[in-house]
């Protein structure tokens, strides 16, 4: 049997001892979503674009629209600014978590 290893953690007031498994070990770290780049949420085809490299936009500015499961979903500008870059084309197919648009 191998050595496991264990480490206390502190919640709430009290510690405790837990093994380290090898899943926890290899985990992707958190990242918190920056809100100027949009991913796409569900996999789907970028239907169109109504946006362009260096235009502004504002709050809720319909960016482009993605077709996924014979739905159009409009893709809107989650705050105001400039669109710094456009990661698709029209008609590409895209996954879920793919960058589409960022902007600055």
Same mark, same amino acid.
């Given at each position: 049997?191998? !050595? #496991? #290893? +264990?480490? !206390?953690?502190? $919640? @709430? *007031? *009290?510690?405790? !001892?837990?093994? $380290?498994? &090898?899943? +926890?070990? #290899?985990? &992707?770290?958190? @990242? &918190?979503?920056?809100?100027? =780049?949009?991913?796409? $949420?569900?996999? *789907? =085809?970028?239907a169109e674009i109504d946006t362009q490299v260096g235009k502004a936009v504002k709050k809720g500015d319909t960016l482009m629209i993605l077709e996924a499961m014979k739905m159009l979903n409009r893709i809107k500008a989650p705050q105001d600014g400039t669109v710094k870059a456009i990661g698709v084309a029209g008609g590409d197919k895209v996954t879920k978590g793919q960058v589409l648009i960022e902007i600055e």
């Amino acid at each position: 049997m191998s !050595e #496991q #290893q +264990f480490c !206390e953690i502190a $919640l @709430e *007031g *009290g510690t405790y !001892e837990t093994r $380290l498994t &090898k899943k +926890f070990t #290899q985990r &992707k770290p958190y @990242e &918190k979503d920056d809100p100027r =780049v949009i991913k796409a $949420l569900i996999p *789907g =085809v970028i239907a169109e674009i109504d946006t362009q490299v260096g235009k502004a936009v504002k709050k809720g500015d319909t960016l482009m629209i993605l077709e996924a499961m014979k739905m159009l979903n409009r893709i809107k500008a989650p705050q105001d600014g400039t669109v710094k870059a456009i990661g698709v084309a029209g008609g590409d197919k895209v996954t879920k978590g793919q960058v589409l648009i960022e902007i600055e």
